[in-house]
């Protein structure tokens, strides 16, 4: 079955958001996959927010462009998204808005099924309940089981039964209301999934930092990065973990770092601007060699751009910034899924080379609806804490060894006392200035990258070995690109999960495949630059999209089909 | 234990006669008389003259950034409230850059000790005004003198809500190390402001003109009197110097994580968190 797509679109305050929740849950319980996808504006009221729940009983990855039920709440959003409707699509709205709607519009090729969603709302308790109402129609149109929609709705509303209640009355009157359409994709579903979970990007960030041990948890609120500091806040009771919100970014980076120097595992979290304000921060982790994990989710810049959009175009920056040359990580997952695994090797990572790591994705993998199997978070890695319990007169914080690491006291240690120095130092820790030791710590500081990279896996493929094309992707592009090669076995992809330390025999690596085509979220191809940076490979063909708006299902595929 | 307890093997940069001697001193005698041995011991530097005393005294040191060493220090002790935690920086460091640092770590009450060198100069730099430099002060950057109204910032730690705040003298080792003492032992943010000689660069605030323009705060100072401190704090003539406020509020790091060391501790994951998602 293809994706069938359920977009409730209105100005902001109309309940958009929990309408769209509620609704890919139960669509998640009836055990069925869901993709959700929202847009709204930098805005607290009005303006125009749609939230997108793409259906399908398969693997589903991308939101369609068009949808096949459109639910307006009102009529400047059926006047806005009436160009956005499938051809075989419906609407479902209230009696006046497609009155308003017959009167105001010329366009009649849409087929506008009227129901008294508000009337049948003020019976219930007020109008803003018109979403839950057009919930039970949807779920009658849909033949789906109403049960599993009460329970989500229960759930949603615990502690308010009174309110549960008039919600549920409310779907239950949608859900008789007598309809003449029917669509029979759903017909004879009778699933029921207690498995698998409907969770954002930032929601399995949280889930992931929280399983990697984090203890400190630092960031200054900024679009689209902040919910992974609100989940973390609310479940500091249960976790443990302590959770600040600073003055500033700055102070973010400064205070995780502080936490690291003492020896715990500690992260800071922002977007592309906020990221812009930890760059002193970021090379001094890199100079005085502490761990550190810093998540950047993305939004298209510069500076302001678009809070509320998606975008890739920090990589470049991300890889580079800070002054001065230290070695870091820089890992980027485009999935939960790959959240789950990529930020524990993070901390991972940053613990036992004593490094940054940068953890980079952006507001479509962060604030997308995915559905993912539960067992997806018990794959717990065993944590790598590294540190030097004891030391004796003879210790030297920054002594140079093989690989470039040295061992690590952390305050409380007795003999174990140096200064984590922001100046250049010896091996004694103490400021030096001279020719020989700047050499000799610059070089061992250094060797962690080569060290770090026997430690990086060659990207993943998928797909069809032999295929005609090989998208070549990273980060939320993902979703588009595996959707492809679903599609079409003439496409496999390459997708690259770490990008910092680039892995071994990549070169090589590259030359098996036929015709390589980049496909990134950003003006400038900045992957495409960074491999031809490590490896001298040039991936001429490239489909770019930076009008902040992620890849639709399809898309990739017409795009290539022009060049 | 004895301050040279605390000394490492790296000699002090500083000119002969600098005020950073006395802080120096009178740190390391401070936490000699609290008995507080070297590896429980974090100080947080920022940069300048003062921020070089991260080479000079023995404990887990962090020389930050310029105007950074307040946040890491309440990382620092949010991770283990064991830790004696002690941030030092320069006027221009902790006045300027670090202004904003200071403003919330103040009213966050982080239980750490900051104490500023306070010597009217950018040293380091070779002689630039700062920000507590008095109006008319003539350096590198004010040919003409300095047109920009000074900071007061004992006034300022109170209003944004230190519980501890005192001046003190670099070169009067008695009443620092006395101050320094009250400082550590306070629980809540302490801000020690300490007025020094800059031999070097800052001709005008010499030790007699300190000593000119400052007294020593009257036995009878109600510390516990939030508007007498700010009255005292508010005489930029001739400055009090002494305790002028000391009070009690809830601690940041005690209201965040209790008593518990966070070191070698552990966070709890579980299916419990993932119930919001089914």
Redesign the interface.
């Known amino acids: 079955m293809n994706n069938f797509s359920i977009k409730i679109v209105g100005p902001a305050g109309f309940g958009i958001k929990s309408t769209g929740v509620t609704l890919a849950k139960s669509l998640v319980r009836s055990g069925l996959n869901v993709f959700a996808y929202t847009e709204y504006p930098s805005l607290i009221r009005g303006g125009h927010n749609t939230y997108q729940v793409d259906v399908s009983d398969s693997e589903i990855k991308a939101s369609k462009e068009k949808a096949d039920v459109l639910i307006p709440l009102n009529l400047e959003a059926l006047e806005k998204e009436k160009n956005n409707i499938e051809k075989d699509g419906i609407v479902i709205c209230d009696e006046t808005t497609k009155q308003q709607y017959d009167k105001t519009t010329k366009q009649q090729n849409i087929k506008i099924i009227p129901v008294p969603l508000i009337e049948i709302a003020k019976k219930h308790g007020g109008e803003l309940m018109k979403n839950t109402v057009a919930l039970g129609v949807l779920f009658k149109l849909l033949n789906l089981d109403l049960e599993i929609l009460n329970g989500v709705i229960k759930e949603a509303f615990a502690g308010k039964e009174g309110v549960a209640e008039q919600n549920i009355k409310a779907v239950e009157e949608g859900f008789n209301f007598k309809l003449d359409k029917n669509f029979n994709e759903f017909n004879g579903f009778n699933g029921f999934n207690e498995n698998n979970l409907f969770i954002t990007g930032n929601q399995a960030t949280a889930m992931a930092v929280t399983a990697s041990g984090c203890q400190l948890y630092s960031a200054y609120p900024m679009t689209p990065a902040t919910d992974i500091l609100h989940v973390l806040e609310a479940n500091q009771k249960k976790t443990g973990m302590v959770v600040h919100q600073p003055e500033d970014e700055i102070a973010a980076i400064h205070t995780a770092l502080g936490g690291s120097f003492a020896g715990i595992r500690s992260a800071c979290g922002t977007s592309g601007g906020g990221f812009a304000l930890m760059n002193e921060g970021l090379s001094l982790t890199g100079m005085l060699e502490l761990p550190l994990v810093i998540f950047e989710v993305m939004r298209p810049g510069p500076a302001t751009g678009n809070p509320t959009w998606s975008d890739q175009g920090d990589l470049s920056y991300v890889l580079n910034a800070g002054h001065g040359d230290f070695p870091r990580a820089v890992i980027a997952p485009g999935s939960p899924e790959q959240v789950f695994d990529c930020v524990q090797h993070a901390f991972n990572l940053a613990d036992k080379y004593q490094i940054p790591a940068i953890v980079i994705s952006d507001k479509h993998l962060g604030e997308s609806g995915f559905t993912i199997s539960k067992e997806v978070f018990s794959e717990i890695d065993e944590k790598n804490h590294d540190l030097q319990l004891k030391a004796n007169k003879d210790y030297k914080r920054y002594l140079n060894t093989q690989t470039g690491i040295s061992p690590r006291t952390i305050p409380g240690i007795e003999n174990g006392e140096h200064i984590a120095n922001s100046d250049e130092h010896n091996e004694e820790s103490f400021s030096d200035e001279s020719s020989e030791v700047r050499k000799m710590q610059m070089e061992k500081r250094m060797k962690k990258v080569e060290e770090l990279r026997k430690e990086i896996p060659l990207p993943k493929v998928y797909g069809e070995k032999n295929a005609e094309i090989t998208l070549v992707s990273w980060g939320s592009a993902f979703g588009a690109c595996l959707d492809a090669v679903n599609l079409d076995s003439n496409i496999n992809l390459i997708h690259f999960t770490h990008l910092w330390p680039m892995p071994k025999g990549l070169d090589k690596f590259l030359s098996q495949f036929n015709k390589l085509v980049l496909v990134e979220n950003n003006y400038s191809g900045q992957l495409g630059k960074l491999i031809r940076q490590e490896t001298g490979i040039e991936i001429k063909n490239k489909i770019l999209k930076y009008d902040s708006r992620p890849f639709w299902k399809g898309e990739i595929i017409n795009k290539l089909k022009t060049k | 234990m004895n301050q040279v307890d605390y000394n ?3 000699k002090p940069t500083w000119c002969p006669g600098c005020g950073d001697f006395g802080i120096w001193t009178a740190i390391k005698q401070a936490l000699a008389e609290l008995e507080i ?6 100080i ?1 530097y920022g ?1 300048g003259c003062a921020g ?1 005393m ?2 000079t005294i ?8 310029h105007g ?1 060493a ?11 409230k ?2 004696t935690v002690i941030a030092v920086a320069g006027d221009g460091d902790q006045y300027g850059e670090g202004g ?2 200071l ?2 770590t103040a009213r966050y009450n982080a239980d750490i000790n900051l104490i500023v060198a306070n010597n009217q100069s950018f040293s380091l730099t070779t002689g630039q005004a700062s920000p507590t430099s008095d109006l008319g002060y003539v350096s590198k950057t004010t040919p003409w003198g300095e047109i920009k109204q000074p900071i007061n910032p004992m006034a300022l730690s109170l209003s944004a809500g230190s519980t501890f705040v005192a001046r003190s003298l670099a070169f009067d080792p008695k009443h620092l190390v006395e101050t320094i003492k009250s400082a550590i032992s306070h629980k809540g943010f302490s801000h020690v402001d300490v007025l020094q000689q800059c031999v070097t660069f800052n001709k005008v605030n010499t030790i007699p003109w300190y000593k000119e323009h400052t007294y020593q705060l009257e036995a009878g100072h109600d510390k516990q009197n939030f508007e007498q401190a700010m009255k005292k704090a508010s005489e930029e003539e001739k400055m009090p110097v002494g305790i002028l406020y000391q009070t009690d509020k809830p601690v940041y790091g005690e209201q ?2 209790g008593d ?1 060391v ?8 579980g ?4 119930k919001e ?2």
Do not use: M, Q
């Open positions: 490492t093997s790296y041995p070297s590896h429980k011991v974090v947080v940069i070089n991260a080479n023995k404990c887990y040191a962090f020389h930050s950034l950074r307040l946040p890491v220090a309440v990382g620092a002790k949010l991770a283990n064991d830790l904003n640092h403003l919330h965040l994580r518990k966070l070191v070698g501790g552990e966070v709890k994951f299916e419990e968190l993932l998602f089914e």
